[in-house]
């Protein structure tokens, strides 16, 4: 069901990965040098990484997230139902969200009307940063894409953030020649898993290995056990985050059906998409399973730390190879204890996760975690000292020194004398 209008704003004024309320914070460092952020989605209240580095982003300098533009035929439908996203609190002063005019549609062909919206979209988002005083820009990109705008815009620092395999194919498939020459082209390129920088890596001389963090606050500050979790009796075997088709279902079934006395927790929004809705509907019949529905980032982290177990039931395949999810660190970051699936951004935790390989090993690995040995406070520390060395705090202020650097010796020595 879709979110009330008062809804979706509540949500969005938690959703800063923040204290919910918070004012905005200081003015960027490098204040002359301003960020377009080229994104897959809408400013939400649902974060992804890309909310997370962006926002943070806007403390070294001011970043313009550029909404993507609508294909014509939906760019022009009046917008009535749901607030604007601008309207979603912004963490930081000099974070901007930019929606193109609905006269500036998405576009296929022809090709010279194609180009000249998206010329003319990021010279409107340009101008923002104009405005806010800013001389130079770097160009963001999330996507391959969004490419195209290297060529439509000039640009003092081009960067590409890989945050997937975007082929999403659970084959593996060699690179395509559109991110190989996008890859080759920017100025830097940040990788967030081990797989895909052994794959993608070699192509630019300038690949920084750039991992998936935590809002390390927000996960390991204890908070009240949510009132729908309440209810739900111990053990709890818990999982938060998307529900969507690269989880091991066929585990799912064997786990839930091996151990009727576990009650198995799944805290998230579904993908819309039948097979997923069919597992979700097979094991919703079960005693001790449960689903809990879609939360905003602040909401959900919230919940991990009143797992019993915190999952990572992936399928181990081609695709799950390459991803480095973002759960790990929050759910380190809520002390419990944490199983998954040996994929190989998993395999450098294996002394702080535990990762069986069959149902078998799964059922000895969760009943090891729910030992009193699993979960002492020297146990729960290291956990915790883990995951606040992956705080996006940090890993945040290491990109901005990558870019500092990438501009010249003096945004270097700037950045330097102010972190």
């Known amino acids: 069901m879709n979110p009330t209008v008062a809804e979706y704003l509540r949500s969005g004024e938690e959703s800063l990965g923040l204290l919910a309320g918070a004012a905005p914070s200081r003015s960027a460092l490098i204040p002359d040098v301003g960020v377009l952020a080229l994104v897959p989605d809408l400013w939400h209240w649902q974060w992804q990484p890309r909310h997370q580095v962006m926002t943070r982003l806007a403390r070294y300098f001011p970043v313009v997230w550029m909404n993507p533009a609508e294909y014509w035929r939906k760019s022009l439908r009046l917008r009535t139902l749901l607030p604007s996203q601008d309207g979603v609190p912004i963490p930081e002063s000099d974070f901007v969200v930019h929606t193109a005019s609905p006269f500036l549609p998405l576009l296929y062909s022809p090709r010279k009307l194609a180009k000249y919206t998206l010329r003319k979209r990021l010279e409107t988002a340009r101008q923002t940063l104009v405005r806010k005083g800013c001389t130079k820009v770097a160009l963001y990109l999330w996507r391959p894409e969004f490419a195209a705008a290297l060529d439509q815009i000039p640009a003092d620092l081009s960067c590409y953030h890989i945050d997937d395999e975007y082929t999403f194919s659970t084959v593996d498939t060699p690179i395509s020649e559109e991110e190989r020459n996008l890859i080759a082209r920017v100025d830097q390129v940040f990788i967030h898993s081990p797989a895909l920088l052994e794959k993608k890596g070699k192509i630019n001389p300038h690949t920084s290995f750039t991992p998936n963090g935590v809002d390390f606050d927000a996960y390991a500050q204890p908070v009240q056990e949510p009132d729908d979790l309440r209810k739900i009796p111990h053990p709890r075997i818990g999982y938060s985050g998307h529900i969507k088709r690269q989880l091991d279902w066929q585990l799912l079934r064997d786990l839930t059906a091996r151990h009727p006395n576990w009650f198995f927790v799944f805290v998230g929004s579904a993908n819309a998409h039948s097979e997923i809705l069919g597992h979700v509907e097979e094991l919703s019949r079960r005693k001790n399973v449960r689903f809990l529905g879609s939360k905003t980032a602040l909401q959900l982290a919230a919940y991990p730390q009143h797992f019993d177990v915190c999952i990572m039931p992936y399928r181990n395949d081609d695709y799950t190879k390459y991803i480095y999810p973002l759960k790990l660190h929050e759910y380190l970051a809520s002390g419990r204890p944490v199983v998954g699936t040996p994929i190989p951004s998993l395999v450098a935790f294996r002394d702080s996760v535990r990762l069986p390989e069959n149902a078998e090993q799964w059922?000895?690995?969760?009943?090891?975690?729910?030992?009193?040995?699993?979960?002492?406070?020297?146990?729960?520390?290291?956990?915790?000292?883990?995951?606040?060395?992956?705080?996006w705090n940090i890993l945040v202020r290491q990109i901005a020194q990558t870019m500092a650097n990438r501009l010249g010796p003096a945004y270097a020595a700037l950045l330097e004398r102010n972190i």
């Open 363 to 391: 059922t000895v690995a969760i009943a090891q975690s729910l030992e009193p040995m699993a979960n002492t406070m020297e146990s729960r520390a290291a956990r915790q000292a883990l995951a606040k060395s992956h705080d």
